[in-house]
Structure formats: structure tokens, C-alpha cells
């Protein structure tokens, strides 16, 4: 540095200007720089029901298919984010909306947050809770599929899209998990557990995003309280105060 300094930017004016911009205006290889900053006046976030349409995802043993449950949580939970966020839902009926088309939604309003909602699924009947899923690119060996189909992974064979924005969030989109575990994880019988997995549906959202399962639907138990409003209420009370916990962390 010093050799060069001396016998390059000494001699050439010009050259101590080029190095000065450098360490100015630093390059970017990426298009858009991480975003830590959220809209200060009023934030938005998208909600997104998962499945819809002919796409039923999973169902329960009294007959309730996890499309119904994901959209009416998410207009609890809309109407709970609503005293403080603006929100947007990525579809307010019955109808399929593909995968990319949803967080697509999200980066289009510029949303500060994005949340799927699902239920889990599983052969075991026992098996029930709530599990938070953040975007992480996982090795073959760790991937795990879910028995009901009910989320899409992506597959670790093929290369790496472009379009995984959602990489660039990954440590954000991990802490908002947490935020909303340990307020969900107070009210409910189930410690929710947080996974990383390669979702399709969380990677080309270009903020902090989540999917949430409120609840396995192949359990008789969960199955009859996500009927239950009030406790539809209650979870989407405490997903409120971990979003806003996760918020503050910002300010
Ligand atoms: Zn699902």
C-alpha cells in the first residue's frame, strides 16, 4: 500500500481521488444493501394463507382442511396486527395463488415483514404444536419432508436460484422466529420449536419472513381448537407481541 501510495498517488493527483472514492462510496456487489431499517411512520405486513383453492393442503380427522384454518387465522391476525400495522393478506378467499406470486406481493408494497401461515401435518396423530420456519438452505441430509406435502421445499440438488433473496435476511428472519417463540411459548402447552429449511415460499421475500404452523391439523386435539376463535385470538395476540419485540430490537 505504501509503495503504491507513494509512487502512484503521490505522482497522480487523479489516482489519490480514485482512492479516496473507494473507500468513500465502497462498491456493492449486491443490488439492494441489506435492509435494517423498517418504515418509521406505519410498517406493513403481509400475511399470507397458505394453500387455497383446489390446493386443500392438510387435512384433519373431522374433515377441516388446513386452507380454511390458514385463512381464517390470518384474518385474526390481521385484525390483531391491524392496531398498529397496516396489513395485506395474499389472498382474503378461497382461491389458489402460487408460490412466487406471494411473497412477490410482499416485495411489491415494500412490506417490512412477511408471515405464512400453516398447520402442520403428520401421520402420528399425537404429534401437535406450533413449529416457526425461517429461510435456510440445508444440506440433503438434513432436509426433511413434510409428510402432508403441506409446505414446498426446494430442492438442495439444484443450484442455487438467484431469486433466494430471502438469504440476505436470514439472520433477521431467525431472530423475528424467536421473538414470536418465546411470546407463543408462555401462553401455550407446546414450547414451539424453530427450524431452518429451504421454503420455497420464504425465499423471494426481500424482508424478514416467517412460516408459521399454529397447530398440527392431523391432531383431533389441535384440530378442534383452531376452530376455537378464542384461541385463534390468543395466538395471534402473542404473534403480535413478538412482532412488535422483534420491531423494537430496530429502533
Ligand atoms: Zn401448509
Known amino acids: 500500500m505504501s509503495a503504491c501510495y507513494k509512487s502512484c498517488v503521490q505522482k497522480h493527483p487523479i489516482t489519490l ?11 456493492t456487489t449486491e443490488a439492494n444493501p441489506k435492509k435494517m431499517r423498517f418504515h418509521m411512520q406505519q410498517k406493513t405486513i403481509v400475511i399470507d394463507p397458505g394453500h387455497g383453492g383446489y390446493e386443500k393442503g392438510g387435512e384433519g380427522p373431522d374433515g377441516t382442511f388446513e386452507k380454511t384454518v390458514t385463512l381464517k387465522f390470518a384474518r385474526v391476525l390481521a385484525e390483531e396486527l391491524g392496531r398498529t400495522y397496516k396489513t395485506i393478506l395474499t389472498r ?24 405464512s401461515i400453516h398447520t402442520g401435518g403428520s401421520f402420528l396423530h399425537q404429534a401437535g404444536g406450533t413449529s416457526l420456519y425461517y429461510y435456510k438452505i440445508t444440506s440433503k441430509s438434513t432436509l426433511t419432508l413434510d ?12 443450484e442455487v436460484s438467484w431469486a433466494n433473496i430471502q438469504n440476505r435476511h436470514q439472520q433477521n428472519s431467525k431472530i423475528l422466529a424467536e421473538s414470536v417463540r418465546d411470546r407463543i411459548g408462555r401462553q401455550t402447552q407446546y414450547k414451539p420449536d424453530i427450524q431452518g429449511a429451504p421454503l420455497m415460499v420464504l425465499e423471494g421475500a426481500d424482508m424478514p419472513a416467517i412460516l408459521i404452523e399454529i397447530g398440527y391439523i392431523t391432531n383431533p386435539v389441535d384440530e378442534k381448537s383452531l376452530h376455537d376463535i378464542d384461541e385463534l385470538t390468543k395466538i395471534a395476540k402473542e404473534m403480535r407481541n413478538g412482532i412488535d419485540d422483534f420491531f423494537e430490537k430496530f429502533q
Do not use: G, Q
Open 17 to 27: 481521488i480514485f482512492f479516496l472514492l473507494i473507500f468513500i462510496f465502497p462498491v
Open 92 to 115: 382474503t378467499d378461497d382461491y389458489w395463488v402460487d408460490i412466487p406470486t406471494r411473497s412477490a406481493t410482499a416485495n411489491h408494497v415494500d412490506a417490512d415483514m412477511f408471515i
Open 147 to 158: 409428510p402432508d406435502s403441506s409446505k414446498e421445499f426446494k430442492n438442495d440438488d439444484t
